[in-house]
C-alpha cells in the first residue's frame, strides 16, 4: 500500500487551503550529476559566441571556484561552430592545413586549447561530453562521416584525461545541419554516422560512451510538439546505438534571433518576457518533458537534456539573466527529474544571456544561486508530491543528512501562500530565494537567500550559505513570486522501494555519479 506524509499549504482568507502529499515510495533516482552545464564551441574562440567579445576564460580563478561549487555535474562542449572545426592536435592547421587534411575544415582548435578546456574541467570535477564535429569538414564524396581527425582527438583526451574524458557527441542538432552548414543529414544516415563512432570508440576507448542525437526539440513559435528528427532516428535503430538519448529545449525565443528591435519582441508570442517565463514556459515544458519521455522510455536508454536554458537564441537580456529565469529554472529541474530526465545541462556556465555566470564580471547570476541551492539540497532519490497548479512542487531526499529529504516549492504567482508542515516532527531547516529587488522582483539581476543578498568575492569565494530552522507545526508565508526548499525528516530516504516494470525494487540511497547513467 502506498503512503503519503502530508505538508499543508495554508493560504489568506477566501482561498481554500491546499493539501500537498509526499508520496513515500521513491518515484526514480538520477545521478549525482543531474544538474550539469554546457559551453559552446564557439567559446573556444574570442569574438564568436553571439555579441561575446571573450573566449571561455579556462584559467580565471573566479569562474574556477564558482564552477567547483557545482560539482560533480557533466561539462558538455557544442553548439553549431562544434560542426566545423578541426582538432589540431599536432598543430599544423595554420601551416599547410595539415597536410591537406584539414582544407574542407572552417577553422582550427589548437592542442593548447584543448588542453585547457579539459584541465579545467578536471580541476572542477566536471565529466566532459564532447559534441565531435559531424558536418563541415569530415564527410567523403559518399557523404559518409569519416572520423580520422576525431579520432585523435579520442585517443588525446582518454589518454591524457582519463577520468574526465568518456562521453562523445556527433553532431549539433542535425535539423539544424542544412541552413547552418549547408548539408543535409537524414536520420538513417546519421545511424550509420554513429555506428562508424561507436566502432572508433571499441578501437581506441571501449569504455566510452555516446549521447545524442542533440536534436532541436522546437523550432521557433513552433512549441512543444515542433518537428525533430529523433522519432525517426529511434525508428531506424538508432536508440540502440547511443547510451543517452538527448535533446535541446528552450520554450521561448530570446532577442528575436536580433531580428527585431526589443519593443517589438514584446509584441510576438514565444518571445522571452519575464511574464511569459512564469506561465508559457512552464506550461510548455510541462508538456514536452512528458511527450519526450513517452517517446524515449522504449528505448531503455537515459533521457538527457543536453541543452537549455529559458529562451533560445543567446537568451534575452533582462529576461533569461533575471529572477523571473530562476523560477522557471527550479521548476524546469523539478518537472525533469519526475519525468524520466537524468541530466539536465543548462545552457551554459557563462557566455551570452542565460548563463549563470555574467561574462564580463564572471559573478553569480540569479540562476546561478538557484542551481546552488538545488545541488547542495536536492539528492539523487526522488518522491512525487501531488499539487495543485498554480503552485510547483517536488521533493528529493537530501544528498548528505541520511534519512531527511527536501520539498522544493515554487511560487510563481502573485499570490502569498502560507505554509505548515502538519506532518513533520522536530524542526524543519530552510532556505528561501527570493529577488533582492522587491519592487520588481521578475526583472531582478540579484537574489537573497533567507533574506540575505548573495554576492561571491572577486575571487569566486561562495560567502556561508544563510539558513534557518523554525519548528515542524510552525507555518511560514511563502512570499510572491519566490521559491522556498523545506528539509526535515523522512524515513523513507534511508532505504527506498523503486517501482519497475518488475515491481518494486529495494535500492541503497547513497549517492552515485554514475550508476543511473
Not at 564568436?48 to 564558482?66: G, M
Amino acid at each position: 500500500m502506498r503512503r503519503f506524509v502530508t505538508l499543508q499549504f495554508l493560504v489568506p482568507l477566501a482561498v481554500q487551503a491546499v493539501p500537498i502529499t509526499i508520496e513515500t515510495e521513491a518515484s526514480t533516482h538520477v545521478p549525482r550529476e543531474f544538474l550539469s552545464v554546457t559551453m559552446d564551441a564557439g567559446q573556444f574562440f574570442p569574438g564568436h559566441f553571439w555579441h561575446d567579445n571573450v573566449s571561455f576564460p579556462f584559467h580565471s580563478k573566479a569562474v574556477t571556484s564558482l564552477a567547483a561549487a557545482l560539482s560533480p555535474a557533466f561539462f558538455r562542449v557544442g553548439g553549431t561552430e562544434a560542426d566545423r572545426l578541426w582538432y589540431d592536435i599536432d598543430d599544423c592547421f595554420s601551416a599547410d592545413h595539415c597536410g591537406g587534411k584539414a582544407r574542407k575544415f572552417r577553422e582550427a582548435v589548437s592542442r593548447a586549447t584543448l588542453d585547457a578546456f579539459f584541465t579545467f574541467a578536471q580541476s572542477v570535477g566536471y565529466r566532459v561530453v564532447f559534441g565531435l564535429n559531424a558536418v563541415v569538414g569530415p564527410r567523403d564524396q559518399h557523404g559518409d562521416w569519416v572520423p580520422d581527425n576525431a579520432a585523435k582527438l579520442i585517443a588525446f583526451a582518454a589518454s591524457n584525461y582519463p577520468t574526465t574524458s568518456g562521453w562523445w557527441e556527433l553532431g549539433n542538432e542535425p535539423e539544424a545541419f542544412l541552413p547552418f552548414q549547408h548539408t543535409y543529414v537524414g536520420a538513417a544516415q546519421l545511424v550509420k554516422d554513429i555506428t562508424t563512432l561507436r566502432s572508433t570508440l571499441k578501437t581506441i576507448a571501449p569504455k566510452h560512451k555516446i549521447a545524442g542525437i542533440d536534436s532541436f526539440g522546437n523550432p521557433p513559435f513552433a512549441g512543444p510538439d515542433g518537428y525533430n528528427m529523433l522519432p525517426s532516428f529511434i525508428n531506424h535503430g538508432g536508440g540502440e546505438l547511443v547510451d543517452a538519448v538527448t535533446y535541446h529545449w528552450y520554450p521561448l525565443l530570446g532577442n528575436c534571433a536580433g531580428v527585431l528591435p526589443s519593443w517589438a519582441c514584446d509584441e510576438l508570442p514565444g518571445v522571452a518576457t519575464v511574464e511569459r517565463a512564469i506561465s508559457v514556459a512552464f506550461n510548455d515544458t510541462e508538456e514536452k518533458f512528458a511527450h519526450m519521455q513517452r517517446l524515449v522510455s522504449p528505448t531503455g536508454k537515459p533521457l538527457w537534456l543536453g541543452e537549455g536554458a529559458l529562451a533560445a537564441a543567446g537568451g534575452r537580456d533582462g529576461v533569461s539573466n533575471r529572477f523571473a529565469s530562476s523560477l522557471f529554472y527550479l521548476f524546469e529541474l523539478g518537472q525533469a527529474a519526475i519525468t524520466g530526465h537524468k541530466v539536465v545541462m543548462r545552457q551554459c556556465l557563462l557566455g551570452a544571456s542565460y548563463s549563470l555566470l555574467d561574462v564580463n564580471s564572471q559573478m553569480p547570476l540569479p540562476d546561478y544561486w538557484a542551481a546552488l541551492l538545488h545541488k547542495k539540497l536536492m539528492g539523487t532519490q526522488v518522491h512525487r508530491i501531488a499539487v495543485s497548479w498554480p503552485l510547483r512542487a517536488f521533493a528529493h531526499c537530501h544528498p548528505s543528512q541520511a534519512g531527511h529529504i527536501t520539498a522544493l516549492l515554487v511560487n510563481p504567482t502573485r499570490q502569498p501562500r502560507v505554509v505548515n508542515f502538519t506532518q513533520a516532527e522536530g524542526t524543519v531547516e530552510l532556505h528561501m530565494l527570493t529577488a533582492e529587488d522587491e519592487k520588481s522582483p521578475l526583472t531582478s539581476a540579484s537574489v537573497r537567500i533567507n533574506g540575505q543578498h548573495m554576492l561571491a568575492s572577486k575571487d569566486g569565494v561562495i560567502p556561508p550559505i544563510p539558513s534557518s530552522t523554525m519548528p515542524a507545526d510552525q507555518e511560514f508565508t511563502l512570499p510572491v513570486f519566490s521559491a522556498a526548499f523545506f528539509t526535515f525528516a523522512f524515513h523513507p530516504c534511508t532505504v527506498s522501494h523503486v517501482k519497475t516494470d518488475k515491481g518494486s525494487v529495494q535500492l541503497d540511497t547513497s549517492d552515485s555519479p554514475s550508476v543511473y547513467i
